[in-house]
């Protein structure tokens, strides 16, 4: 059996406080490194190997690029997003599905409802239940029925790791992150590689730094349509538009970040939370470096705006102890 994150691993990263007095901790692990791959920052134990999830689709768009599929930028872009399942994300998959002549049917993703609270009113309000195309990886997997179709190969079998298009996603994955030696699947039914935190940050590093067409184009892609990889005014999606980061949560509390300049970050949580994460992982580069000073304090105060009622005011939020509550 594969081991995975142990409590000996871990650093506190987060620390959530009332009043000046500590109410909740979140441990996990993280590591910074510098464009030339070397690491610029840790807290706990980087070799710990974890499931990435949903951190690499780049990954495996990039792998469905290179196996035949046809994407537009916005099809490139939510082929790598946890998207909320707005209409306008629902559309882009539909039309990545169409442009290869399949449907909705033909998505092995579960149903469900979208993380979008306006458009979930709304569908309820027009009679309509949960669907494939509002699951928040309906985009990766229309990807990969477009690369099956694209490519001659069956679409039935898309998910099996022993499938072409499968194939193509694991060679992208270590091509970026290095050597996979355990595949377990992930929660919409695809693959899911289990690697080390640090090849995870060593992938964006080297993703955002590359010269390769598949990942220019990933990256072009998500820079030009933020709103697709998570949804307006998300964590992911604002970071990407004012700083060019590409930004991509994973879940049970990953998340990766690569600048323009070529450094990345991974984190990842003990106990699942994202609490912190997106605040945590801006800190840890701005102390490497890789974010100027006004840069991340606009950056903080899109992310965390200041407390409006007595009872936000008195809690309190420090990451890798220092506190970011400004209380």
Not at 261 to 281: E, N, P, Q
Request: proline share 6%.
């Amino acid at each position: 059996m594969e081991l995975g994150l142990e409590l000996s691993d871990c650093a506190e990263l987060v620390r959530i406080t009332r009043n000046k007095v500590v109410e909740s901790r979140h441990l996990g692990v993280a590591v910074v490194l510098d464009p030339s791959g070397q690491v610029a920052a840790v807290l706990g134990k980087p070799q710990a190997r974890i499931f990435p999830r949903s951190a690499l689709k780049p990954f495996q768009t990039i792998g469905s690029l290179r196996a035949g599929a046809q994407l537009s930028s916005q099809g490139t872009a939510l082929a790598c997003a946890s998207h909320l399942g707005t209409f306008r994300h629902q559309r882009i998959a539909e039309q990545t599905l169409e442009a290869a002549g399949l449907g909705t049917t033909d998505l092995q993703c579960p149903s469900s409802w979208p993380g979008d609270s306006a458009t979930r009113d709304a569908m309820n309000r027009q009679g309509l239940g949960p669907g494939r195309l509002a699951f928040n990886c309906s985009g990766k997997h229309a990807a990969f029925l477009n690369a099956a179709v694209h490519a001659g190969e069956p679409t039935g079998s898309y998910l099996s790791p022993g499938h072409p298009v499968q194939r193509a996603a694991l060679d992208a994955m270590e091509e970026f992150c290095g050597p996979i030696s355990f595949v377990g699947i992930d929660g919409c039914g695809a693959p899911a590689p289990q690697m080390s935190l640090l090849s995870l940050a060593r992938g964006f590093g080297r993703l955002v730094s590359s010269t390769d067409p598949q990942a220019e184009q990933v990256v072009q892609s998500i820079r030009e349509n933020p709103w697709a990889i998570r949804g307006e005014g998300s964590a992911n999606t604002l970071v990407i538009e004012r700083t060019g980061i590409i930004a991509k949560l994973g879940a049970e509390g990953v998340l990766a970040m690569g600048t323009p300049g070529g450094y990345s970050v991974a984190l990842k949580m003990l106990d699942g939370s994202s609490r912190g994460t997106d605040l945590l992982a801006l800190d840890l580069l701005a102390s490497a470096g890789a974010l100027g000073k006004e840069e991340h304090r606009q950056l903080r105060a899109a992310l965390a705006p200041a407390a409006s009622t007595p009872g936000a005011r008195a809690a309190g939020l420090e990451l890798a102890g220092r506190d970011f509550s400004g209380n």
